[in-house]
């Protein structure tokens, strides 16, 4: 037993699974403190209540004169008289801005509640709704799995064995996440930019019913055992992936209505992103799983081609036309160039659809197409620098929002990543570093600093720039920060620790070291990995507690303070007696 509790990994699956229940200790007791300050706020509201009611004539009309003074408002003309006021600088209108930059920024409220038909904020709400859903239950299958590498014994169950939960985690974040999100924020863009309505309020549930069907069956049939036995990400039986697809072509049918019947003359470039990139996933889905590729190096092939289009088509694509629409509306400023995002667009279909067998360099593909491959992996520094520089330039003169914008560092983050992380990609593809970094943890670094650095960041920026619009309910900002720098900490240490190991382990291999040696020497990597996936995690708990509060306020007892506040609770006894 005491051999036992001596064992590394024991200790560290305890300390991991510790840092939840702390977590959650913390919580309850939060709640507590709330509870019992309520309690004291609602006797001290019962006196004021009975104070008031006792109030003289003279000092009721002390207080009014109070209100006035403090409601007083110069009106703007005393210096300039009849003409027009300047002040370029900001130097009156800036004059109450906080000028140091704070960790947990607080956010100035967004000052209109955006007015769209009910039915279609419920449905936004509810593909978003589900995602959260996904992405909390997906990354806790991703927690568990960074333990395993740590605690490899943590269990002996098949159904929990790590090679039957890898995919659940990969196919809940891609589908159920992500896509899901991602499908749900165009229900919004999509109508808006063509100042028109959904076409059809209803395919749209069948939509999200499909999408959340073929997650979860596809998630206990992993579980199970049952799987496409074919390459990574379309581990789900065709049958239930048809559910996806379907799900998507019908969404697809949606938006192409919509568009139809939009009100202005010009398609926005969001819509062209999104609606390409919607109808790429069906081919992408299609072409992985006809039978007829599905044999020798013609499967290594498509499997190549399916990855990367998944990645690059469908997951980027979609969410750079979600950035065009959202980033703008973010900083109330227009895209610094169309013309920028449109080059984006055709060099990225252009580069993007022949990168796929770089994933196969060395391999028996023929060379000429692993060489083509690694050309157009370079041709993608056009996109990704258009893209980034464009973003950038948008973000310009905007740099002050900082300090007072909660929403504006998770964008920032997200377009730094997009650049980062495809050009690490760019260099992953050349010949001399994929001999050192194929096969080992490298690529699972690069994974998730793009799936997560630059998509999960993205959509989290959409979520808080639209649903605090959607519902006028903000969430807490000091939770905000703790979500942002807990996730942003936690990726760094997650992939950074990877990126070190695996480039050791590369070098090992290459000195015909015993493979057992690199896995030895991935120990302590491992164990980082497991404490920034937890970090991660936690963001994630924090994600959809925020999520919670932007959907339903809380509504908490307020003792009043300012002389209206009092004077309402006065007016409001004296009406009723
Ligand atoms: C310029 C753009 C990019 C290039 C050239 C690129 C290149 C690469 C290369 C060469 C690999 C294979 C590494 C290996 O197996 O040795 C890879 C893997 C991967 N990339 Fe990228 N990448 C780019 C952008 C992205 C983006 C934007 C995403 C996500 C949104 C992404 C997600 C992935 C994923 C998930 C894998 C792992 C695939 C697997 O499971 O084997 N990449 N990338
Ligand atoms: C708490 C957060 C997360 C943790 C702890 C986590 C952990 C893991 C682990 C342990 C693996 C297996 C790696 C291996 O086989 O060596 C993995 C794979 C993967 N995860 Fe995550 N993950 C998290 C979040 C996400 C998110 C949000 C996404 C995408 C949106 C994602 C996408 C992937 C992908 C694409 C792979 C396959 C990597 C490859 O083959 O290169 N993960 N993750």
């Known amino acids: 037993m005491n051999d036992s509790l001596n064992e590394p990994g024991l200790q560290i699956t305890v300390i991991l699974l510790l840092l939840p229940i702390i977590f959650a200790l913390i919580l309850i007791l939060v709640k507590v403190n709330r509870m019992i300050s309520e309690t004291l706020k609602k006797k001290e509201l019962k006196r004021i209540y009975e104070h008031l009611s006792r109030l003289e004539p003279g000092e009721i009309s002390a207080l009014e004169e109070r209100k006035k003074e403090l409601e007083f408002q110069l009106s703007g003309s005393e210096l300039s008289g009849n003409r027009t006021v300047k002040d370029p ?101 999509i109508p808006r930019v063509g100042n028109t309505k959904i076409f059809n309020l209803k395919i749209g549930y069948i939509s999200l019913i499909l999408m959340n069907s073929a997650v979860f069956l596809g998630s206990i049939c992993l579980m199970a055992g049952v799987n496409n036995s074919g390459g990574e990400y379309r581990e789900y039986i065709w049958p239930v992936m048809s559910l996806f697809a379907s799900g998507i072509a019908l969404s697809i049918y949606n938006h192409i209505r919509t568009i139809e019947f939009r009100k202005t003359k010009e398609i926005y470039v969001s819509n062209w992103y999104v609606v390409s990139a919607m109808m790429y996933v069906v081919v992408i889905l299609i072409v992985a799983y006809l039978p007829f590729w599905q044999d020798g190096l013609g499967e290594t092939i498509t499997q190549g081609y399916f990855m990367h289009q998944g990645v690059g088509m469908w997951f980027m ?25 449109i080059l984006a667009f055709w060099t990225q279909i252009l580069f993007y659809t022949l990168i796929g067998t770089h994933h196969f360099i060395f391999s028996a593909i023929p060379w000429w197409m692993q060489t083509i491959a690694i050309v157009a992996s370079v041709g993608m520094v056009i996109p990704v620098t258009a893209g980034s520089v464009n973003f950038m330039m948008t973000i310009r003169g905007s740099w002050h929002r900082l300090k007072f914008s909660y929403v504006l560092p998770f964008y920032v983050v997200s377009v730094i990543f997009y650049f980062t992380g495809s050009m690490q990609g760019t260099v992953e593809a050349f010949r001399t570093t994929n001999l050192l970094w194929h096969f080992t943890d490298f690529t699972v670094a690069h994974s998730h600093l793009t799936m997560y650095g630059i998509i999960t960041f993205m959509l989290w920026s959409f979520a808080y720039t639209l649903i605090p619009r959607l519902t006028s309910y903000e969430p807490p900002s000091i939770t905000v920060g703790l979500h942002f720098w807990m996730a942003l900490i936690g990726i760094l240490v997650y992939t950074i620790s990877l990126m070190i ?39 994630h708990i924090i994600f959809a507690y925020n999520f919670y509060r932007m959907i339903c306020p809380r509504k908490g007892i307020r003792i009043p303070e300012s002389p209206s506040e009092i004077l309402e609770i006065i007016h409001t006894q004296q009406n009723k007696s």
Request: glycine share 8%; proline share 4%.
């Open 89 to 189: 600088r900001g130097l009156i209108d800036k004059a109450n801005e906080i000028h140091e930059i704070r960790f947990l920024q607080s956010k100035r409220k967004e000052d209109d509640k955006i007015k769209i038909p009910d039915d279609e904020k419920k449905l936004v709400l509810w593909f978003l709704g589900c995602s959260v859903f996904w992405l909390l239950l997906g990354t806790t299958v991703g927690e568990y799995l960074g333990i395993k590498f740590v605690a490899p014994d943590a269990d002996h169950l098949s159904w929990l064995s790590f090679g039957r939960l890898r995919p659940v985690h990969t196919n809940m974040v891609f589908w159920g996440w992500a896509s899901m999100a991602m499908v749900g924020f165009s229900y919004y863009v």
């Open 317 to 341: 694509f979609f969410n750079l036309g979600l950035m065009y629409y959202f980033l703008p509306q973010e900083l109330n400023s227009p895209v610094y160039s169309y013309s920028l995002s």
């Open 501 to 539: 190991g695996s480039t050791e382990k590369g070098m090992l291999w290459m000195d015909k070291k015993p493979f057992i040696e690199g896995v030895v020497l991935m120990m302590p990597f491992w164990l980082w990995r497991a404490i920034g996936g937890t970090m991660m995690w936690i963001s």
